[in-house]
């Protein structure tokens, strides 16, 4: 059983970060190809285009298959996208680079994804509170799943209201709504609770 729980988190990795890097790709020739004029050269880009798109497309497949057939991957799949806000995108790639997700503090999991408020105090200096560090590639989709959170889910709309009122910046906010949104994650996986079942959501809902 280990070593078959061994194998799908390496599998579902390797599926994850492809996917991540053909975006990447998809990215740079949909630029290139706002950037030029020439006919030719977008005729060659949009094939290159439907080629990636067609693999992707695949990857999502073999991606979505993998964690249906594993029990514990499926498990933690349901309950992270029972949240507004997060797709599949990035519950695979929770699954797949946050294994410490559910088994540690919201401190420590803020931490790995860098989210967490780092000071820049010197002596009697007070710097100003930044990010840095962590898994770029988690906190990158995390930022993604955050921004549609703030529209349409209501426990993060409300927070980063409350935040935009207090005069934070955009920057500041989206930020403290990223750890907000994925401390709320945390305790999910951790106390094997839906989004629905949360307190802080039935809270909104009275």
Same mark, same amino acid.
């Given at each position: 059983?280990?070593?078959?729980?061994?194998?799908?988190?390496?599998?579902?990795?390797?599926?994850?970060?492809?996917?991540?890097?053909?975006?990447?790709?998809?990215?740079?020739?949909?630029?290139?190809?706002?950037?030029?004029?020439?006919?030719?050269?977008?005729?060659?880009?949009?094939?290159?285009?439907?080629?990636?798109?067609?693999?992707?497309?695949?990857?999502?497949?073999?991606?979505?298959?993998?964690?249906?057939?594993?029990?514990?991957?499926?498990?933690?799949?349901?309950?992270?996208?029972?949240? !507004?806000?997060?797709?599949?995108?990035?519950?695979?790639?929770?699954?797949?680079?946050?294994?410490?997700?559910?088994?540690?503090?919201?401190?420590? /999991?803020?931490?790995?994804?860098?989210?967490? !408020?780092?000071?820049?105090?010197?002596?009697? &200096?007070?710097?100003?509170?930044?990010?840095?560090?962590?898994?770029? !590639?988690?906190?990158?989709?995390?930022?993604?799943?955050?921004?549609?959170? /703030?529209?349409? &889910?209501?426990?993060?709309?409300?927070?980063?209201?409350?935040?935009?009122?207090?005069?934070?910046?955009?920057?500041?906010?989206?930020?403290?709504?990223?750890?907000?949104?994925?401390?709320?994650?945390?305790?999910?996986?951790?106390?094997?609770?839906?989004?629905?079942?949360?307190?802080?959501?039935?809270?909104?809902?009275?």
């Amino acid at each position: 059983m280990a070593k078959k729980r061994s194998e799908n988190q390496a599998e579902l990795d390797a599926l994850v970060t492809c996917r991540r890097q053909l975006t990447h790709v998809r990215t740079e020739q949909t630029n290139r190809r706002q950037s030029t004029s020439s006919k030719s050269a977008r005729k060659a880009i949009d094939a290159v285009l439907k080629s990636i798109n067609k693999q992707i497309e695949g990857l999502d497949g073999q991606i979505r298959k993998l964690i249906e057939s594993d029990d514990d991957f499926n498990s933690t799949d349901q309950l992270l996208r029972s949240v !507004p806000g997060v797709g599949a995108v990035l519950s695979s790639t929770l699954l797949a680079e946050l294994n410490e997700l559910g088994s540690t503090d919201r401190r420590c /999991i803020s931490s790995l994804v860098g989210v967490a !408020p780092m000071n820049s105090d010197s002596g009697r &200096n007070k710097g100003k509170r930044t990010i840095r560090g962590g898994r770029a !590639p988690v906190r990158s989709v995390l930022y993604m799943a955050t921004i549609a959170a /703030i529209r349409f &889910n209501p426990v993060i709309s409300r927070f980063a209201e409350r935040l935009q009122k207090a005069g934070k910046l955009s920057k500041v906010t989206i930020t403290a709504c990223m750890r907000k949104l994925l401390t709320l994650l945390n305790a999910m996986v951790r106390d094997n609770l839906t989004w629905e079942q949360l307190n802080v959501v039935r809270t909104l809902e009275k």
